[in-house]
């Protein structure tokens, strides 16, 4: 007699489909990888890290020597929040709309940095609440799902159905880039989106409010205070880790961002793609955490740009098992400190392609 299978998750939608196109990285590729870097011409193991991001971008890309993860693009999800109106931050809800504007000028940070990488920008509008206007032709994505969220503190920020729309929106946004870019990068904007970030890590891997929760654009000690006990009413109505694919979602449902959820989408469709992901900070790394539990396979793809000075986020990427690439207590967002860790990410896949080994170079090993 044969045992019942469980049906697939959320089937006949774009995320059932997503999920069930991602694999894990290819063995045979990254074994073949970790055997050409131990026979390269330096010490085995010399350059640390480096050895296993060669190797996972050989594993994803299913080939030794993987492609190089050029060019780049950067994805910057914008959405705003509707726990706002709880007072978790002392800046005005319109700095979400104003700030989608200057990244279309190409006047923010991830501009800035980008552009010194030759990386693209695109601005994906998946929740703002309040109207902006942007040149013709700027890089902006209009896919709004929703004009922000409800109040966390309240209530679900979103129904499932919405949840499932933005993830959707990640996927279709993340498929457009990978056709023509070697790696996808994370970015994020939404004024108050820490306090759901920090929900969403409480929701994901057990931790207290407390714990989770810090100063995001730099609040008081009254302020933060406050936030922590906003993400504590919150994540009392998840009653426990989520289990399954459905459960994840109605917990992201319940506490997590338009933005978030789009990037959660972002990691599945790189995954699905077999383009690496570059993670930015505690945004990313909390729907990073919404992704793995929709797909576990789909953090094989992904990497850990930076560990930001957000404590939600050092929490996310334990849960994970991802070991970021830079520790530079930044806390801005946007894409910044993937952006900063792909130099590192281009180079390990540089010189796996590129160093000779010790018999094609007519070198002596040692005895």
Request: hydrophobic residues 50%; negative net charge; charged residues 15%.
């Amino acid at each position: 007699m044969s045992r019942p299978t469980t049906p697939a998750p959320f089937a006949g939608t774009l995320l059932g489909e997503t999920i069930a196109a991602v694999a894990p990285r290819d063995a045979a590729a990254e074994s073949a990888a970790r055997d050409r870097l131990d026979r390269m011409t330096k010490p085995p193991g010399s350059l640390g890290v480096l050895e296993d991001v060669a190797a996972r971008l050989a594993g994803t890309a299913g080939t030794c020597p993987p492609p190089l993860p050029t060019p780049a693009a950067v994805a910057v999800f914008a959405g705003d929040h509707g726990v706002h109106a709880q007072g978790v931050t002392p800046w005005p809800q319109e700095v979400t709309a104003q700030m989608v504007a200057n990244f279309a000028r190409g006047g923010a940070v991830v501009n800035a940095f980008a552009a010194q990488l030759g990386a693209d920008v695109v601005v994906v509008d998946v929740g703002v609440a309040t109207p902006y206007a942007v040149e013709p032709g700027a890089a902006l994505l209009s896919r709004k799902v929703r004009p922000g969220t409800a109040d966390l503190a309240v209530g679900p920020a979103m129904t499932p159905e919405e949840a499932r729309r933005a993830v959707e929106v990640g996927i279709e946004v993340a498929t457009e880039l990978a056709a023509d870019h070697g790696c996808l990068v994370t970015g994020d904007m939404g004024i108050t989106n820490t306090t759901a970030s920090a929900a969403l890590v409480c929701a994901f891997t057990g931790a207290t409010p407390a714990a989770a929760t810090g100063r995001g654009t730099g609040v008081d000690d009254p302020t933060l205070a406050r936030k922590v006990e906003v993400v504590g009413r919150g994540v009392a109505r998840v009653p426990e880790r989520p289990s399954t694919p459905e459960d994840a979602l109605a917990a992201l449902a319940e506490v997590g961002g338009l933005e978030h959820a789009a990037l959660a989408g972002f990691v599945l469709g790189a995954a699905a793609a077999r383009v690496p992901v570059l993670l930015d900070g505690v945004i990313a790394g909390s729907a990073a955490l919404v992704a793995a539990a929709l797909c576990p396979a789909a953090l094989d793809h992904a990497l850990a740009g930076h560990t930001s000075a957000e404590p939600g986020h050092a929490l996310a990427l334990r849960a994970l098992g991802l070991r970021p690439l830079l520790g530079l207590d930044l806390r801005l967002g946007e894409g910044t400190g993937a952006l900063l860790a792909l130099p590192l990410v281009a180079s390990a896949a540089r010189a796996l392609r590129e160093v000779a080994t010790f018999d094609s170079a007519g070198v002596t090993e040692k005895a």
